[in-house]
Each structure stands twice: as structure tokens, then as C-alpha cells.
């Protein structure tokens, strides 16, 4: 008979003596690449476009900063994503 391995789920509060790191590794550890994943995605959709980049900027240029702004693709996704690094002019 071949068991799930969803039963360790269902059965770990009731094996005894039951103790904290038992439940840290059996809950909490499978939950970090979720975690880990929705964390990327919502930075992701809060990246700025370079339109609002360069809206940011507009009011801070003068003769002593200056700002780059562009976008890097990525040669495994369909997706650019954009930079904005500003330096000191000498």
C-alpha cells in the first residue's frame, strides 16, 4: 500500500514528544519558496517604467548630477527591465 506523503502533514501534532523544530520543518520550511516567489512578483509588478523614471528625475537635473536611465533585457524572458543610476559629474 502506498502512502501520501500529505500524511506527514496530517500526523506530525500528534506524534510525541512533539517539539518546535519539528514543526518549523514540517510547515513552515515547504511554505518558503511561496514565500520567496510572491515576494519576487509583487517587486515585480511595482518596478517603475522608464517614463516614470525620467519623470522622477526631471526636477533634479543641474551641472553637478546626472542621471542614466534605460532598461537591460533579458535574453531568457520577453521582459526589459529598467535602471536608473545617477553619478556625480567631475
Partial sequence: MRRSRSTCFLFTP???PLNAWQLVFTYAVPLLPFFIGWDGL????RTYSVA????????LRDDTYEW???TIPDPRLPLKFP???GSARD
Fill in 14 to 16: 500528534f506524534v510525541r
Fill in 42 to 45: 509583487v517587486s515585480t509588478l
Fill in 52 to 59: 516614470e523614471l525620467t519623470e522622477m528625475t526631471r526636477d
Fill in 68 to 70: 542614466e536611465i534605460g
Fill in 83 to 85: 535602471y536608473l543610476i
